[in-house]
Nanobody
Framework: QVQLVESGGGLVQAGGSLRLSCRAS????????MKWYRQAPGKQRELVAT???????NYADSVKGRFTISRDNDKNTVYLQMNSLKPEDTAVYYC????????WGKGTLVTVSS
């Protein structure tokens, strides 16, 4: 079955960096677009970044210029490099793939202190 496992979250000071990873199994990883979402306390889940099967990327306006999504098809892994972190980036970050149905990982918590 499809499994997505995120890692790399943690506590960081404002201005710092983190790199999130999401390893996928149960799919032919290289042919699917992969996405990162986040959900802050009391807010709806929002799309942060997308990377297509050919490596095209798209970002939410709130993270443009600070976050970078990438993928390693040999490792079945998608990454989210997050720089210049702000307290408003605090959220649980989820990896997502859409195969008709939406599949989610369990998420990894990112906390940015001011």
């Amino acid at each position: 079955q499809v499994q997505l496992v995120e890692s790399g979250g943690g506590l960081v000071q404002a201005g710092g960096s983190l790199r999130l990873s999401c390893r996928a199994s149960g799919i032919i990883f290289s042919i699917y677009a992969m996405k990162w979402y986040r959900q802050a306390p009391g807010k709806q889940r929002e799309l942060v970044a997308t990377i297509t099967s050919v490596g095209s990327t798209n970002y939410a306006d709130s993270v443009k210029g600070r976050f970078t999504i990438s993928r390693d098809n040999d490792k079945n892994t998608v990454y989210l490099q997050m720089n210049s972190l702000k307290p408003e980036d605090t959220a649980v970050y989820y990896c997502n793939v859409e195969l008709g149905l939406y599949y989610w990982g369990k998420g990894t918590l990112v906390t940015v202190s001011s």
